[in-house]
């Protein structure tokens, strides 16, 4: 089980160049992957965000990749247009100014778009130098996921025990129910009876009742469900989304047993099976 939650941090250097890779973890309902790449290394996106994509399942990630190349080919031309018009502009305003100053080149070369610069890039050189980079920092991640994830594991099987035993409360009062019920109706039969009772009437009226109140088949699946959570939470290392879907399949069956039944012992289980489910819920959500 690894946490959504997770820093990492991983740079390099050499005589070529610098770089450093940034991982931070959030949580999120789905995988969202906001990568900050320098904009000369913009086309190299797609790489990063198909390999994080492989790394993670679920949570928003922001991953940061400084990058310096000391030897970059670097191409510089002059934009003839953008001086012209510059000139032309300066030309009207000394005339308006009434001065012969003339600007400087200095004051030219500031202007936007006089010079053009341009990066020669080379994506797959680039690329070999940040892969490893990027791959140690989300081992990094992932490492700090899993001990994040490994603490709630043990917090939620705590609360799992707590729901398993509350289980087992209503589940030791489910039989008791059918005999209370049985003999309250035959103490209502015999006060306005006597000993004229209809042993099939009370059977048949104890059958429907049954029907209505009892909670075997919601004790039954509440137990498979548990069950289930144990075994997916232990083996699949991203169980969130499927966790998140039985804690709701759990919840339909506490809420209808403590519907159905009258029992104060029962009900008094019920809210302590609620309290433990919520409790495991709060922490799902920070679970990949």
């Known amino acids: 089980m690894k946490s959504m939650t997770g820093y990492a941090y991983e740079e390099r250097q050499n005589e070529r160049v610098s770089l450093s890779v940034e991982i931070k973890g959030y949580n999120s309902r789905?995988?969202?992957?906001?990568?900050?790449?320098?904009?000369?290394?913009?086309?190299?996106?797609?790489?990063?965000?198909?390999?994080?994509?492989?790394?993670?399942?679920?949570?928003?990630?922001?991953?940061?990749?400084?990058?310096?190349?000391?030897?970059?080919?670097?191409?510089?031309?002059?934009?003839?247009?953008?001086?012209?018009?510059?000139?032309?502009?300066?030309?009207?305003?000394?005339?308006?100014?009434?001065?012969?100053?003339?600007?400087?080149?200095?004051?030219?070369?500031?202007?936007?778009?006089?010079?053009?610069?341009?990066?020669?890039r080379d994506d797959e050189r680039n690329w070999r130098y940040i892969e490893p980079c990027l791959k140690m920092a989300a081992d990094r991640f992932d490492e700090e996921r899993i001990r994040e994830g490994g603490h709630t594991l043990a917090d939620i099987f705590s609360h799992i025990a707590l729901l398993e035993s509350s289980v087992q409360i209503a589940?030791?009062?489910?039989?008791?129910?059918?005999?209370?019920?049985?003999?309250?109706?035959?103490?209502?039969?015999?006060?306005?009876?006597?000993?004229?009772?209809?042993?099939?009437?009370?059977?048949?009226?104890?059958?429907?009742?049954?029907?209505?109140?009892?909670?075997?088949?919601?004790?039954s699946r509440l137990g498979s469900h548990i069950s289930e959570f144990r075994v997916e939470a232990e083996r699949n290392p991203s169980p969130g989304k499927k966790l998140d879907f039985l804690c709701?399949?759990?919840?339909?069956?506490?809420?209808?047993?403590?519907?159905?039944?009258?029992?104060l012992a029962v009900s008094r289980a019920v809210v302590d099976m609620k309290d433990a489910l919520e409790n495991i819920r709060e922490q799902l959500r920070n679970v990949e």
Not at 35 to 59: D, F, H, Q, T, W
Not at 65 to 91: L, M, P, Q, T
Not at 254 to 261: D, H
């Open 171 to 219: 589940a030791s009062h489910a039989p008791l129910m059918e005999i209370s019920i049985r003999e309250n109706l035959r103490n209502r039969f015999t006060e306005l009876l006597g000993d004229q009772i209809d042993e099939n009437r009370i059977l048949t009226e104890t059958a429907v009742l049954l029907m209505k109140y009892t909670i075997s088949e919601e004790i």
């Open 30 to 120: 789905f995988l969202e992957l906001f990568i900050y790449l320098p904009p000369y290394l913009s086309s190299l996106e797609p790489k990063v965000r198909e390999y994080m994509a492989g790394r993670c399942r679920r949570g928003k990630v922001e991953i940061n990749i400084r990058f310096k190349d000391f030897n970059s080919d670097i191409s510089v031309a002059v934009n003839r247009e953008a001086v012209r018009a510059y000139g032309n502009a300066i030309s009207v305003l000394a005339q308006i100014l009434e001065t012969q100053e003339k600007p400087s080149l200095a004051a030219l070369l500031g202007m936007e778009g006089v010079l053009e610069v341009e990066k020669n």
């Open 248 to 263: 709701q399949e759990m919840n339909r069956e506490i809420n209808t047993i403590g519907s159905k039944t009258p029992d």
